[in-house]
C-alpha cells in the first residue's frame, strides 16, 4: 500500500530534501515511477528517458548514502514489504539500480539499431478519436 508519511521519513533519513519539500517529494516520485511505467507499456515516447533520470538520481542518491556510511533502507521496499529483510542495504541497491541502468541503454541501444521510434501521446488520442468516430457511424 502506498503510505507517502513512511516514504517520507525514508527520505528524510538522508539528508537532503528541506523538510518542506519532504511529502510533495514523498507524493511525486512514485507517481512519477508510475506515470513512467505505465508510458513505457505503451511505449510512449519520453518514458525511458524519464526512468533513465529517476535510475540515475537513486544511483547519486545511494551511492551518497554509501559514501556517508547511512544505515537506512533504499526505500524501495514498504516497511512491512517481506523483501526489506532480503534486499536491506544501499549497496545491494546501488547494484541493482547498476543492473537497471544497463537495461535501460540496452532497451536504447536496441531502439537505435532496430530504427524503432517510440509513440507519442497524440498518436494515441488519434486512435481513440478514429475509434470514437467509427462507433458513432
Known amino acids: 500500500m502506498f503510505t507517502p508519511t513512511v516514504f517520507a521519513v525514508l527520505i528524510d533519513a538522508y539528508g537532503i530534501v528541506p523538510d518542506i519539500m519532504l511529502m510533495p517529494v514523498a507524493v511525486f516520485l512514485p507517481?512519477?515511477?508510475?506515470?513512467?511505467?505505465i508510458g513505457i507499456l505503451f511505449d510512449i515516447k519520453g518514458s525511458l528517458t524519464i526512468i533513465l533520470g529517476l535510475v540515475v538520481l537513486f544511483l547519486l542518491i545511494l551511492g551518497y548514502g554509501i559514501h556517508m556510511g547511512l544505515d537506512v533502507d533504499c526505500g524501495c521496499?514498504?516497511?512491512e514489504d517481506p523483501e526489506v529483510k532480503a534486499f536491506h542495504g544501499l549497496r545491494t541497491a546501488f547494484n541493482r539500480d547498476l543492473i537497471m541502468l544497463a537495461g535501460i541503454c540496452f532497451t536504447f541501444g536496441w531502439r537505435k539499431f532496430r530504427g524503432i521510434s517510440p509513440k507519442t501521446f497524440t498518436y494515441y488520442f488519434s486512435?481513440?478519436?478514429v475509434v470514437k468516430k467509427?462507433?458513432?457511424t
Do not use: D
Open 127 to 129: 486512435i481513440y478519436r
Open 134 to 136: 467509427e462507433n458513432m
Open 31 to 37: 507517481t512519477l515511477e508510475v506515470a513512467a511505467g
Open 77 to 79: 521496499f514498504g516497511p
